[in-house]
């Protein structure tokens, strides 16, 4: 079954704990991004990938870092997570479109829901 | 710079009743446009999308939307509003003409819709 999976899907922190929440995803997709979701912001993009060892900032990057040594994997790195970080975050997946950037049709996983204390 | 508007966070229909759900879009090229769809607890799965082919797009669970350049909107529609429709939905603009910058799919706040008997 075609998924991106995100673990952990529920966690309780406290400021300053580094933390990392996995994605994966196995469509062999070349684009994979995340984003976090807040109540009347919508989805911001923290930061994407276009290939293996190729990523960029997004809207939102401050606080996350990201790496990309796999082509299936795609983990969000929070270094010392602030109260203000308490979110609900998706990665995302597509292929990449003919004229070389992502289609925009994307897969999600099916969220991580982080609370920072 | 590209963005959407979705006009009312919050829509409420009776079954059986028309659903529409309003975007406009703001973009420098012609855009991509998508329509995502969020139910409880799960991440969003595309709905519908125009990629400048036919205006007017039929995608899954009855919806479609009307791509109209002259009002710079892309609202979505459905005859006849089902109890499974209540959900959040999500419009999107994809600036295509990418030029190595990566995925600028930025969505816009969202629209929950209730579907009442």
């Known amino acids: 079954e075609a998924q991106v999976t995100q673990n952990p899907r529920y966690l309780i922190t406290v400021t300053g704990k580094k933390l990392t929440v996995t994605c994966s995803q196995n469509?062999?997709?070349?684009?994979m991004s995340w984003y976090r979701q807040d109540p009347g912001l919508g989805l911001r993009q923290i930061y994407y990938?276009?290939?293996?060892?190729?990523?960029d900032k997004g809207d939102v990057p401050e606080g996350y870092k990201v790496s990309r040594k796999e082509k299936r994997n795609f983990p969000l790195i929070l270094e010392s997570p602030s109260p203000n970080q308490t979110s609900l975050y998706f990665c995302a997946s597509s292929f990449r479109g003919l004229a070389g950037g992502p289609t925009g049709e994307l897969f999600f996983g099916e969220g991580s829901r982080l609370t920072v204390l | 710079a590209q963005s959407v508007t979705q006009l009312g966070s919050h829509v409420s229909v009776s079954e059986g009743a028309l659903v529409l759900l309003r975007c406009n879009y703001s973009s420098s090229v012609p855009p991509y446009l998508f329509w995502y769809v969020q139910y409880p607890n799960q991440g969003l799965q595309l709905l519908l999308k125009y990629t400048s082919a036919a205006t007017l797009v039929k995608g899954i669970n009855g919806f479609e939307a009307e791509f109209k350049k002259s009002e710079t909107s892309f609202h979505l529609t459905k005859p006849s509003a089902h109890m499974s429709d209540a959900a959040e939905y999500f419009c999107?603009?994809?600036?295509?003409?990418?030029?190595?910058?990566?995925?600028?799919?930025?969505f816009g706040t969202g629209t929950q819709l209730k579907v009442e008997l």
């Open positions: 990938s276009m290939n293996v060892e190729v990523t």
């Open positions: 999107a603009v994809s600036d295509r003409g990418l030029t190595g910058g990566g995925n600028k799919l930025t």
């Open positions: 469509m062999n997709h070349e684009y």
